[in-house]
């Protein structure tokens, strides 16, 4: 299996990330034509090719990765629709995962059954990106979400996360937790029904690496004061057992003007996307509502990312090789 993978954010390192931002910021240049052609051609990649095997419905993850490969001149080979692929006919992902090693240089996969794509990911013969895996982790969007933080306070050290919602189903959370241990001084809020609240796993590996965080399930003024970055997440309709039970939840934290206007002025509301109804639209006017400059940033990060792994020359900070205890 390839060391380069990209699985779980516990592989990240803090110079990683830093030096990953510092190349995600150069990426808008040459999205927007504005390098010289010699410039341009240590980032382009022609002849290389991304399979992108989605399994899972996906919008923004499938569209930024697509964005992000034409932009470097890659090619993409998408498969999206699970019903239209060889596995609607009984192939397992291990052979899906084998035979698309084949057709391009790196793979990334979006899969609802997290153990599943983990366990599959050793036939692959190329590296794997992993575009979400089921309630397990999500690292690419966390490299967004934390790309955007970065770009806005221009540090990443010290800083006070508050992540709402679906905390027990939604990957991006559990990703940002573990991504939260790689800096410097940042404390983190999970705040949700008791039902869905953040797994044990993950504190438990927040308290062994000495960062703090606190649990409740409100949403108040005494959080909301301390908070820099409020990250709000969907009730993950698919994942739970039933529509009851996903309806005991639906609405149960709504992000109004009222709850921004309780938090510091340099603040700002993040949010993986897609909503449903847990952020109003009188929200998105605030200067401190970011989410659709984090959801454009999903093509310059995922642009870094593939240059990561097609061209690794380009950085000099390793990734700690995925292992089956990170998720
Ligand atoms: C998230 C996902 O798929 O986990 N979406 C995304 O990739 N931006 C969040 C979600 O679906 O709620």
Not at 58 to 70: H, L
């Amino acid at each position: 299996m390839s060391s380069e993978n990209i699985i779980a954010t516990q592989q990240f390192t803090g110079s990683m990330l830093r030096e990953f931002f510092e190349m995600t910021q150069k990426m808008p240049n040459l999205l927007n034509g504005r390098l010289s052609s010699e410039e341009e051609s240590m980032y382009l990649l022609p002849r290389k090719r991304v399979v992108l095997l989605f399994f899972e419905p996906s919008s923004r993850t499938f569209g930024s990765f697509a964005a992000a490969a034409d932009a470097l001149g890659v090619g993409i080979i998408p498969i999206v629709n699970p019903k239209f692929s060889s596995m609607a006919k009984g192939e397992s992902l291990s052979d899906t995962l084998r035979v698309f090693g084949g057709y391009g240089q790196v793979i990334v996969l979006r899969h609802k059954d997290s153990e599943e794509a983990l366990k599959a990911l050793p036939w692959s013969k190329v590296p794997v990106i992993n575009a979400g895996f089921g309630a397990g982790q999500h690292p690419t969007q966390s490299l967004v979400d934390w790309y955007t933080i970065w770009d806005h306070f221009g540090r990443e050290d010290n800083l006070t996360l508050t992540m709402v919602g679906d905390l027990k189903y939604g990957r991006t959370v559990h990703s940002l937790a573990y991504m939260a241990t790689k800096f410097n001084g940042v404390k983190l809020n999970f705040i949700s029904p008791p039902e869905l609240r953040m797994p044990e796993i993950v504190k438990k590996y927040l308290t062994t690496k000495g960062v703090s965080y606190f649990e409740s399930s409100k949403l108040d003024e005494a959080v909301l004061k301390g908070t820099d970055v409020l990250y709000d997440t969907r009730i993950q309709r698919e994942k739970f057992p039933n529509e009851a039970e996903y309806r005991r939840f639906k609405g149960t934290y709504i992000v109004t003007p009222d709850i921004v206007e309780m938090m510091p002025p340099r603040s700002i509301v993040l949010h993986p996307l897609p909503r449903v109804d847990e952020i109003h639209i009188a929200t998105d006017s605030l200067p401190q509502a970011r989410y659709f400059d984090q959801s454009d940033n999903g093509v310059i990060v995922r642009m870094a990312a593939l240059l990561r792994m097609l061209k690794p020359e380009l950085f000099e900070e390793f990734l700690i090789p995925y292992d089956s205890s990170m998720i």
